[in-house]
């Protein structure tokens, strides 16, 4: 009898699908701000500028002379390695503005070493930069997880450099996912209430894995302990072109777009709130050449439903550019099927 209990018990340890490597590890946050700090940098202007006072300066009588030594320009805010060879991901608007000269940014590493940044790439749509510092390789670099799975509730860890000081670490949980703030029509956001204060612009956002999740962006203002992250999973669809190209190309439908209430559902036919509502079709676009009205409701987009307005423009810049798809409109309560040539968004 008891070889047979043996026998059956070795025979399911045999066939269980997990082993212990293939269990993702979590980490204590103290681990994980030791295993990834390397990886985090601090991007800064090259430009000089003399030191004035400050109330900690006055309290601790720091002497005059050293209040006026020359200096790095503040923090313009954080960054993170993603390759080893030195390719950094940060906020656009750490970086910008658009003419500021290749030689104004420097990258501080963990280590204290300091590199020339150069900017390889940039999208100001969703608020991404992607920049090279050479020499000094290779360099301690992040694992990018999967933002499409993450759970309310799910703790994250945000590293960077909250008002210039550097190595400074927030902790929170995920508070929310797909919020829209209104900053443009890709804005797709997770919520946090991890502390993401000035400077911690441009860093990351990792689950308890050790994986980045989001790149920090923003801040309530009126709001203390919201902040909100870029999806990796978003960043992730446009960094070959960021790095091959410099900048993103995305198709364009020529229509403005709101959300439908339940009333608004009412009032055009519909059964349900769901897809999106067309306020106004631009002249020679896309869409008016497909035939798409004011009033339409656009549900399905090249064989993808579209349950809230913010998915149809990333469906649509994420769309070849000369690509003919279908789309199912809801025009009176009545569901027509039209077909649309995506053109070139153009950059404003």
Request: hydrophobic content about 40%; proline content about 5%; glycine content about 10%.
């Amino acid at each position: 009898m008891r070889s047979l209990f043996f026998l059956i018990s070795f025979s399911l340890l045999a066939l269980s699908p997990l082993r212990a490597e293939e269990i993702p590890r979590s980490y204590t946050f103290s681990e994980l701000v030791h295993k990834e700090k390397g990886a985090i940098v601090s991007i800064r202007s090259a430009k000089l500028a003399k030191e004035g006072g400050g109330p900690l300066k006055d309290f601790f009588s720091v002497p005059s002379d050293r209040l006026k030594q020359e200096i790095r320009e503040g923090s313009l805010g954080t960054g993170f390695i993603i390759d080893p060879s030195g390719l950094i991901l940060t906020n656009y608007h750490v970086i910008a503005p658009a003419n500021r000269p290749a030689e104004d940014l420097l990258v501080r590493t963990s280590d204290r070493k300091e590199f020339p940044a150069h900017v390889i790439g940039k999208d100001p749509k969703i608020d991404v930069a992607l920049l090279r510092i050479d020499g000094g390789g290779p360099f301690a670099s992040v694992i990018l997880g999967d933002s499409d799975q993450l759970d309310i509730g799910e703790w994250v860890i945000a590293l960077g450099n909250a008002f210039g000081l550097e190595e400074t670490v927030t902790v929170g949980v995920v508070s929310g996912v797909g919020r829209t703030l209104g900053t443009g029509p890709y804005d797709s956001y997770i919520q946090t209430d991890a502390a993401i204060n000035v400077g911690n612009s441009g860093g990351p956002l990792f689950n308890i894995r050790g994986e980045v999740i989001g790149v920090n962006a923003a801040i309530n203002a009126a709001t203390q302990g919201i902040g909100f992250a870029i999806p990796i999973n978003m960043v992730r669809k446009i960094l070959s072109a960021l790095e091959k190209e410099g900048k993103v190309t995305r198709g364009w439908l020529g229509v403005m777009i709101q959300q439908l209430t339940t009333d608004l559902a009412k009032a055009f036919k519909l059964n349900d709130d769901q897809g999106a509502l067309v306020s106004e079709v631009m002249k020679e676009s896309p869409a008016e050449q497909a035939g798409i009205v004011r009033g339409d409701v656009i549900v399905e987009f090249d064989g993808k439903k579209v349950g809230q307005m913010h998915e149809l423009p990333t469906l649509v810049a994420e769309t070849p550019v000369g690509k003919s798809v279908p789309v199912r409109v809801i025009r009176d309560g009545v569901p027509i099927q039209l077909k649309v040539k995506i053109l070139q968004l153009k950059e404003e």
